[in-house]
């Protein structure tokens, strides 16, 4: 058992792992949906007629999906980093706030990009 109600919030190398890493998997998503968007852009030669840069049914679930699983296994990431830091006894509240971070911009890319599935 330990002694929890001491989160140790002054930790300061720790705080700036833990930022990084949320840093980089946002980085990381915007890459994908970037790349994702320029791949249907680019496959949009056989719907020229199509209202929406996206018009195909891969595309749409390419550009919906994939950014926001980088987000859900980066959050996923950083809560089993918080239990690895809080079994060895470090400040572990930092990576709960990354996991949590990255989980609600995962909900919220996920409720825009099923604005995608949906037409």
């Known amino acids: 058992m330990s002694d929890d109600v001491e989160k140790r919030w002054n930790d ?12 980089v998997v946002l980085a990381t998503a915007l890459v ?7 791949w249907a852009y ?6 020229t007629d199509a209202p929406t840069a996206v018009c195909g049914t891969a595309d749409r679930y390419v550009l919906a999906i994939a950014p926001a699983a980088v987000l859900m296994v980066g ?3 950083a809560f089993v980093h918080t239990y690895t830091v809080w079994r060895h006894g470090g400040t572990w509240p930092a990576w ?4 949590w ?5 995962m909900l919220i890319y ?3 990009g099923s604005g995608l599935l949906a037409e």
């Open 12 to 23: 300061p190398p720790e705080i700036r792992r833990a930022t990084r890493y949320a840093v």
């Open 110 to 112: 996920a409720a825009m």
């Open 42 to 47: 680019l496959g949009r030669s056989d719907c």
């Open 96 to 99: 709960q706030g990354a996991g």
């Open 75 to 77: 959050g996923l990431g």
């Open 101 to 105: 971070a990255l989980m609600t911009f």
């Open 32 to 38: 994908v949906m970037a790349l994702a968007g320029l």
